[in-house]
Every structure is written in C-alpha cells, then in structure tokens.
C-alpha cells in the first residue's frame, strides 16, 4: 500500500509540475522580461515573508506539534498551480501568473532547504522534520525540473495542439490533489476530529495575513490591478500536492498533510471570495480600473 501511495504521489507531482510547464508561453514570458525586476523582488520577497507568516501563525497560537509542522511545510512550499486557475477567472495577469508559479516551483528544492535551515536556526531545536536535506536538493531538484522543461518544450514545439491536453492534464491532477485530500482525511481521522478547529482557524490566518502580504506588496511595487491580483493568489495559494508529497513520500509522516489538507479547502474559499470581490469592485467598462493603479506590470 505504501509502495502504490508513494508512485501515486509522485506521478501526480510530475503530471503537476508538467502542467506548469505546458502553460508556459516563451513569447510571453519575454514579454515579462520588462517587468523582471518587481517580480524578481517579488518572488524573493515571498520566499522570505510567507515562512514567517507561517511562523507567527505557527507560534503565535496554542496548536498542537504536528499542525506546526505541517504549517511550516506549507508555508515553504512554492505555489501551487492552481493560483492560475484562480488568477484566470479573476480576469488577473495570467502570464505573470504563470511565470511566478513556474519559477516559484523550479526554485523550491533550493528555497525550500534553506527555509528549513533557517527554521532550525531561528526555532534552535528541530521543529519536526528537516526536509528535503542537501543530500535531496538534487533528485527533488530533477523531480520538479525536468517536467517544467518537458512541458515548455512541448509547448514550444506544439503551440497549436498542446491547450486541449493542458486543459485535461490540470483536471486531472485537480482530481489528484482531491484524492490526495480524501485519502489524508480518511487515514487522520481521528486527528481531524480533534485538531478541526485549531487546522481550520490556522489556516484560515495563514491565507488571509498572505493574501495581504501580497497585496501590499504589490502596491508598494506599484502593479496594476491585473497583476495585483495575480500576485495576491499567489502568495496565497501554496503547493499542497507538493507538501502532501514531502509530508507521506520523503518523511513518512502522514499526520503532517493533515494541515495541508485543511488549509487547500480553506484557501479554495477565501481566494474565489477575493476574486468575486476583485470583480464586483475593480471591473468597469470591460477594465478593470481599481485603487488607481498605473505600473506597466
């Protein structure tokens, strides 16, 4: 059983991590290159705020150990691709949607261990787990890597036949990350059935302050609406398929998804009712024209 999770979950970060690649657009990706220094600052901003939001929640509340856990491996992770999905229905910038998740995602094997570095040096004691070690950087390196590019490669060489199966990949994996969900709800239980509260309140927190964080950041970028909107979903919206691997695959300790879990299903609401909310109010004549924006981003 735990053979058959482990290529399942696997599988499921590959078919993920090609997803991001089949939506990556070279032309508008250079198009990007223009506004490469707010979203570089942006992106390396992120990989240092969100760990310590993750931190103050973490801390900052009476939870149990292993919900700590699992917010600080949550809040490590790179954005999950369905930011795009929210950033589409939105009416946001999805190309700097897709760029971010795209880059956040290739850069995580590094970010992520020294975001567990620098946990275990602020919290001066092993705070759960320690993953993925330097000795991992590499394979889990390739594990998000090689797809990415697959997936660009195949967009690049197949531009007009590659939608149709982008449209059934990220469905697919959508499913898969359901299942996934279904599965940590079915084995924790009885852990869900004590911790709901405390998971429930603390990711709500954990959403909702980086939501704001991104907001505010994109403010003080001076980004226009679009790719406000862009980068408040994805500061909020993390990797769960990608934590729930680190969580059963790497470390074997499946209470640790139980927060990941939670804090997708809370996420799924709190970001459609900021995206409803960016459409009521921002949205006039067809533009959307909110807080007096101006950047070129």
């Known amino acids: ?25 070279v032309y508008g990706f250079r198009q990007l290159t223009k506004s490469a220094r707010p979203l570089g600052m942006a992106l390396l901003l992120q990989i240092a705020l969100i760990p310590s939001v993750g931190l103050l929640v973490a801390y900052g509340l009476d939870l149990p150990p292993t919900l ?4 600080l491996l949550v809040a490590a992770c790179p954005v999950g691709d369905i930011a795009n999905f929210f950033t589409l229905i939105g009416k946001g910038n ?70 149709r199966i982008s449209r059934s990949l990220r469905f ?65 919206v993390r990797n769960i398929g990608l934590a729930t691997a680190i969580a059963i695959t790497f470390m074997n300790r499946i209470e640790y998804a139980l927060f990941s879990t939670v804090y997708f299903l809370s996420e799924v609401v709190l970001v459609l009712a900021a995206v409803l909310a960016f459409r009521i109010l921002g949205h006039a004549n067809g533009k959307l ?9």
């Open 94 to 163: 999805l190309a700097v949607s897709v760029t971010y998740n795209a880059i956040s995602c290739l850069l995580c094997p590094l970010s992520m261990t020294i975001v567990f570095a620098a946990y275990n040096h602020i919290l001066k004691t092993p705070f759960g787990f320690a993953a993925p070690g330097w000795r991992l950087v590499l394979p889990f390196f390739l594990l998000i890597t090689l797809p990415i590019a697959a997936g660009a490669g195949l967009r690049f060489a197949y531009p007009s036949k590659i939608d």
């Open 68 to 71: 700590r856990s699992g917010i």
């Open 289 to 297: 024209q909110l807080f007096g924006f101006s950047s070129k981003v």
């Open 172 to 236: 697919i994996c959508l499913l898969g990350v359901f299942a996934l969900c279904a599965f940590v709800i079915v084995f924790s239980f009885d852990q869900l059935k004590s911790d709901w509260k405390f998971a429930a309140s603390a990711s709500a927190l954990l959403v909702l302050a980086s939501m704001m964080v991104g907001w505010t950041l994109s403010r003080a970028l001076r980004m226009n609406p679009a790719s406000s909107l862009a980068l408040l979903i994805s500061f909020a």
């Open 1 to 25: 059983m735990k053979t058959i999770l482990d290529v399942g979950i696997l599988s499921l970060t590959v078919l993920a991590m090609l997803s991001v690649g089949l939506e990556l657009d």
